[in-house]
């Protein structure tokens, strides 16, 4: 597979992985609490983009620590990882698909990342206030998170041996969105706006993820195949 097909796999599966609903509904109510502390435009613009930063930093780096590990192993190792990743992305897919049809509410924040959202927007909210926000906000998806980003680090390792860019593009995809949002609400869209957005949307976009994700894992056992040789 040459560079450019695997650009846009990486481009168009990074923008659908963005859309999580937990990290729309963390960064909303994030904006909404720097903009209700009455913080002049240069401070919103500073919390959103520390936030969009390290989030990207973050992402890049689990890609980038994977396919690290994944260059060091032996063959036997490096096979049994993919496979592994490969099985779990399939099974993490099929629940978040099984949760468009049989769930109870989802897509909002978690009791413990509220509380700590909480925390960081009642006192002051600061760049360091931010990084801690976007680490607890991984953290509460971190199946998510090492599911899909190790599942791009796993095709980029198999197809792309050796090349370190394509964690770093998925970062740079995965908080675009954001970016985007973030310029709409400095343009006058209401930060209420986006949650309700979030709202309407969150079934279909719990259901992308979720197709997202089994599309990864069948995409690995392709590529172990050599269907997509580099």
């Not at 992985?17 to 909404?32: C, G, I, N, Q, T």
């Not at 260059?71 to 099984?98: D, M, N, P, T």
């Not at 990084?131 to 599911?147: E, F």
Request: proline share 3%; charged share 10%; with cysteine.
């Amino acid at each position: 597979m040459n560079s450019a097909t695997l650009l846009t796999i990486f481009l168009a599966a990074g923008l659908i992985a963005a859309l999580d609903p937990l990290v729309v509904a963390v960064f909303a109510s994030l904006l909404a609490g720097s903009k209700g502390k009455g913080h002049a435009k240069y401070q919103q613009a500073l919390i959103a983009l520390t936030f969009i930063a390290f989030y990207g930093l973050l992402i890049s780096a689990v890609g980038l620590a994977l396919v690290g590990i994944l260059s060091i192993v032996s063959y036997e190792v490096f096979v049994s990882l993919i496979l592994a990743f490969a099985v779990v992305a399939i099974i993490w897919g099929l629940a978040r698909v099984k949760n468009y049809f049989w769930y109870k509410p989802f897509g909002g924040i978690p009791k413990i990342l509220q509380q700590v959202l909480h925390k960081r927007t009642t006192k002051i909210i600061s760049p360091g206030s931010t990084v801690i926000l976007v680490i607890a906000t991984a953290g509460a998806s971190i199946i998510n998170v090492v599911v899909i980003i190790g599942g791009f680090a796993a095709i980029a390792a198999l197809i792309k041996p050796g090349q370190l860019i394509w964690p770093v593009i998925v970062g740079l995809t995965v908080v675009s969105p954001l970016f985007l949002f973030y310029l709409q609400i400095h343009n006058g869209l209401r930060i209420s706006a986006l949650l309700k957005w979030k709202e309407s949307n969150k079934k279909s976009l719990e259901l992308s993820i979720g197709f997202l994700s089994i599309f990864l894992g069948w995409f690995m056992f392709l590529c172990l195949n050599g269907i997509f040789a580099s």
